[in-house]
């Protein structure tokens, strides 16, 4: 089994700065990308930035230039620095993992970390 535990979360005038930290613990053989989603109220989860084992990144478009997916690979640990927060960056903020357990593959989920960010 694997945990993903989530931290760093908060309230945040806009344009202020957060930096979100999700931590793997459990067994498993090894962990390939890592992401950051995020789901507003009433809106579906979608992906904000992934990072692969090799370092190799993806963003939305949406937070591209303002935030910065970078992972620990010794310490299992992927962060998400948010600079120049906008009031639509509110939403809840959850941790993926693609993880690998022989023989299978699966997608571990953290709790979500709740980032609001006021105008």
């Known amino acids: 089994q694997v945990q993903l535990v989530e931290s760093g979360g908060g309230l945040v005038q806009a344009g202020g700065s957060l930096r979100l930290s999700c931590t793997a613990s459990?067994?498993?053989?090894?962990?390939?990308?890592m992401g950051w989603y995020r789901q507003a109220p009433g809106k579906q989860r979608e992906l904000v930035a992934v990072?692969?084992?090799?370092?190799?990144?993806n963003y939305a478009s949406s937070v591209k230039g303002r935030f910065t997916i970078s992972r620990d690979n010794a310490q299992n640990t992927v962060y998400l620095q948010m600079n120049s927060l906008k009031p639509e960056d509110t939403a809840v903020y959850y941790c993926?993992?693609?993880?690998?357990?022989?023989?299978?593959?699966?997608?571990?989920w953290g709790q979500g970390t709740q980032v609001t960010v006021s105008s």
């Open positions: 993926n993992a693609a993880v690998t357990v022989p023989p299978i593959s699966f997608e571990s």
């Open positions: 459990g067994s498993f053989f090894s962990i390939n990308t």
């Open positions: 990072i692969t084992s090799g370092g190799s990144t």
